[in-house]
């Protein structure tokens, strides 16, 4: 049967979609929705038919997720799906992304047997390198606001870039700030940090940076994500913050 890789942040309610593929004949790799960030299994022989992304939860993910495919060598000619999701916000992912399938969960199956291995695919340089954009615009920081820094590194003026005016980076702040951005190195420090900043994201965005790829010394998403859920915490955003850090942007769970 031909096989199709599903990308979904809740794994509840992906259930019924994996058995709508499977009764038409498809079998589906989903490995969770703690493991969305590992692309081993569409690497995998035979290669999957189309990558489906449900834009109901975290469209932000998609749309890195998209991004990520599409800047992969081997993998960007795989087809990718998009299934539902807020009109507003796919018509955004649909400029960047003009080739991608965008259908319903009603219509996801004869879309699937529509799709074919893509010739010259669209990398998207507004998703991969968004210079329209700087990190502090990526990151919620604008002008005249506080933002706590816990744990940044030396240079953290040089990974923040150019700043809105009046900002004020505050490192450690006796207080809760609207914003804070928790950079961590180690996964020992992070779980035992995580209490703390549940206590702090009652009034305050949490984005947790991290190191990307071998820098990340076992910091993972997934273990960055679950970790943070089991606490009560649910990110709805994610930030390729630079060459050395990316992060996700929590709020407490309601």
Not at 208 to 232: D, N
Request: net charge positive.
């Amino acid at each position: 049967m031909p096989r199709v890789r599903l990308f979904h942040w809740r794994a509840e309610e992906a259930k019924p979609l994996i058995a709508a593929m499977r009764a038409a004949g498809y079998t589906v790799d989903y490995p969770g929705d703690k493991a969305n960030g590992n692309w081993r299994s569409l690497r995998e022989s035979p290669r999957p038919v189309a990558a489906v992304i449900d834009l109901t939860r975290l469209p932000s993910h998609g749309r890195h997720v998209a991004a990520e495919i599409r800047s992969i060598k081997s993998l960007r000619h795989i087809p990718i799906v998009f299934v539902d999701g807020d009109p507003e916000k796919v018509d955004r992912i649909r400029r960047d992304l003009p080739d991608a399938v965008y259908t319903s969960r009603a219509r996801l199956a004869s879309a699937l047997k529509r799709v074919k291995p893509l010739a010259d695919p669209v990398t998207p340089p507004r998703m991969m390198n968004r210079t329209d954009r700087t990190t502090a615009e990526k990151l919620g920081i604008k002008s005249g606001g506080r933002v706590a820094l816990i744990d940044p590194p030396a240079d953290y003026l040089r990974v923040l870039g150019k700043l809105p005016q009046d900002v004020s980076l505050e490192e450690d702040p006796g207080e809760t700030l609207p914003l804070t951005l928790w950079f961590v190195r180690d996964p020992d420090a992070y779980l035992s940090g995580l209490p703390g900043m549940r206590k702090r994201a009652m009034g305050s965005r949490i984005w947790i940076v991290y190191p990307k790829g071998r820098q990340a010394s076992g910091l993972t998403q997934a273990l960055i994500r679950e970790s943070a859920l089991a606490v009560g915490l649910v990110d709805y955003k994610v930030c390729s913050v630079n060459e050395v850090w990316t992060g996700l942007l929590f709020t407490r769970k309601k």
